[in-house]
């Protein structure tokens, strides 16, 4: 007989008030104590919503009608509140910077203590306790700030231990967190799992970065409803990912492109469980097999830096000796840890702060002089959040506002507003209120707002951060479309696929200085600048190495040349 | 200005004022400003501003983190003073008693007495920036918050408190990556623009302010109920100290500063006044 599930959905129904159509329809599903789980859905299929419902969230801070059951060991969580659920299930959130309750890491980790009215040294020493657990036990005076990104995740996974839960929730661990760090993410909450035995559950929508460490099943949400519960070999062997819309590993991608039939028996799970005895001559066959790409001809330099330093206080450099030459119509991104000097960077192009010394060049000449009025109609620069620049209630208004403040006549403006709509796919929207915009669209508005100022090159801030697969598909897409018209884009971020992807050449920086700027292939299988900029080996490289290709960067760039020729870019 | 520009936020040394607990200098600053509110005796007045320059020597707090905040005091100081001169120019006399006219203005007479009245009156109000700022610089937010809910507050009011003063540098460093963004596409605050002008550019900075801080207000406020936030109706601090040797001995002594003046008003000025004109 099979011991009672720790967490039992049975007939699960919940809906919004705040919406028409249930977000979670019918959800029957059984967790058993230990098990380890990852969920997996596109944006908006309701997966958060099923982790709210989990946590308490649901229907204590977002409210709703719930039909069916949710047994949580055994109790129904309609009769408990939220506070009783956080003693069985603790949440780590999505952003370990905003979770940040406390101000330094032991009284963060000592939050729902205060909150039990714990007393003082008691409180005191238990939190040396799970510090240690988590090694953070020489941290516990630190603030936020001088912690790195897998420190915060250390110090949010105490915070929640601390009440001994048994059942641990993350919810997108890995969003905002560079490759590296997303990777010593995984294998933290992997290693508290074996230590400590707890039932953990995953929301993320990164399959192939959580699947680096063992997971007993996965679970598939799409549109509200499960609509597959399996272990990761038989999920990424079935059509299930493409259906949903669900990034699948990038190997997986390389096998199918060589012509591999994934079945089951190759445990393709995971790229260490791989068998490779089935796939090995296909790979090496089709490796050959792809013609190199026509050699594109240089064209003028459009955006150059001279020995470029920079500080904010005068003396702790922020950037030194930058030098580096962008053609007109390149896509390129800049890629390094948090603290780079990538906003910095970006920054300086755009004129909001001006080098201490170097020379920024626009088609040869210093920009040094011009304002950042001036600037903007040259670069422009559209930052990560969206809700940061989007002050009018209109799209129309919001995307004239630009031009508006430039004085241009209504009758111009109208012309250009409608045109630049038109090419971000928002004319059907034009007259929309912008609140009624999904995140993706919004983000297409702050784009057209600086595009209808006619720059020639645009700079994004992390343009796919908390994006889906299919939702930084569109927002790609629509940025090479872009480019095609002869905007140079550079795309500052720490997406990895997006580099491999979109990005022919990357320039890399670590501490300040640039240590690369080559092919995102080498950039991507360089162990040294792998290293120093936090970034995480494609597990193409280890394809190519397993299947006994010798040059594996090689292999990946035949990779990226093939699936552009594919896609016709 | 940049990161480096903190209005009002916590530096952390270890000097002694820093090692008190921070009920104790609530206190402390709540018994000291009492003194200087209570008495009109510019002789009190300006021992306790040196007390508290002296102190804010001892907490190494340089002037460069308080200039803006001493400005804004002393404009509304300025304009306090211009104002209650026009609306009330004999009120020194009535208060002191004799009339030592040395000029007139508009047909108003300018005496010593007013003069004064209004000089002590400033420094009466210039002497609580010092204990302010000790009191805001030395105290980090948590323990701001556990102090206010140490002499009765409660604790959800004062966690609101101590959360605005923790979010302070953040959100002004969105609002100055939005001010930017903002420039770029053109918007224009300086004074070349006409005022109405300004006031409307500036909601466009404004609006994606609010926008940005909802959001961020509603990741922090659901990782506290995640936490168990607000479930009883009490809760303790982590970062609460002892009340040590120090904290009493503070305590006392501002609480002896806050008696003898009381005394002297008593007995030696007979009023809250201090009068050298007769």
Known sequence: MKPQPIIEFTNFTFKYFTQAEPTLHDINLKIYAGEKILIVGPSGSGKSTLGYCLNGLIPFSYRGEIQGSLKIKGMETRNLNIFNLSKMIGTVLQDSDGQFVGLTVGEDIAFALENDNVARDSMRQRVQEVSRMVDMESWLSSSPFELSGGQKQRTSLAGVMIDDVEILLFDEPLANLDPATGKTAIEIIDDIHKQSGKTIVIIEHRLEDVLHCDVDRVIVINDGRITADMDAHTLVASPILLETGIREPLYVTALKYAGVAITPQMCAGHIETLKTEFSRAALQNWHEHIPAPDVRGNRPSILKMENVAFSYDGNRPVLQNINFDIQEGEMISIVGKNGAGKSTLSKLLCGFEKEDSGRILYRGVDIREKSIKERAEIIGLVMQNPNQMISKPLIYDEVALGLRLRLVSEEEIKLRVEKVLKICGLAPFIDWPISALSYGQKKRVTIASILVLDPQILILDEPTAGQDFRHYTEIMEFLVEINKLGVTVILITHDMHLMLEYTPRAIVLAGGKLIADTSAAVVLTDPRVIREANLKETSLFALSQMAGIEDGTHFVQRFIDYERRLKNR | ?278
């Open chain 2, 1 to 278: 200005m940049n990161a480096k520009m903190k209005l009002f936020s916590y530096n952390s040394a270890n000097t002694p004022i820093h090692r008190l607990s921070g009920l104790t200098k609530l206190i402390c600053f709540l018994f000291l400003t009492f003194a200087v509110m209570y008495s009109y005796d510019i002789r009190v007045i300006l021992a306790v501003m040196l007390f508290s320059i002296l102190l804010m020597r001892v907490a190494m707090i340089r002037f460069s983190q308080i200039r803006v905040m001493v400005i804004y005091v002393l404009i509304f100081i300025i304009t306090n003073a211009v104002i209650s001169f026009f609306f009330s120019p004999e009120f020194g006399t009535t208060i002191y008693g004799t009339k030592n006219e040395f000029a007139r203005l508009f047909g108003i007479s300018l005496t010593y007495e007013q003069l004064f009245y209004q000089v002590t009156k400033m420094f009466k109000y210039a002497s609580v920036i010092p204990l302010g700022m000790i009191f805001l610089l030395t105290t980090n937010p948590s323990e701001f918050a556990s102090s206010l809910n140490g002499i009765g507050v409660n604790y959800k009011a004062a966690y609101a408190v101590a959360l605005t003063l923790r979010y302070f540098p953040d959100i002004q460093r969105d609002y100055r990556d939005i001010y930017l963004a903002q420039q770029a596409r053109g918007l224009e605050l300086s004074s070349k623009a006409k005022f109405i002008d300004r006031f409307k550019n500036s909601l466009l900075i404004v609006i994606p302010l609010i926008f940005s801080t909802l959001d961020r207000i509603e990741v922090i406020s659901n990782a506290m109920d995640l936490r168990g936030f607000s479930k009883s109706k009490t809760r303790t601090w982590y970062t609460s100290r002892r009340f040590s040797r120090q904290d009493v001995i503070a305590v006392v002594i501002s609480a002896l500063i806050f008696i003898a003046t009381i005394l002297v008003s008593i007995f030696i000025n007979q009023s809250r006044f201090y009068n050298p004109f007769i």
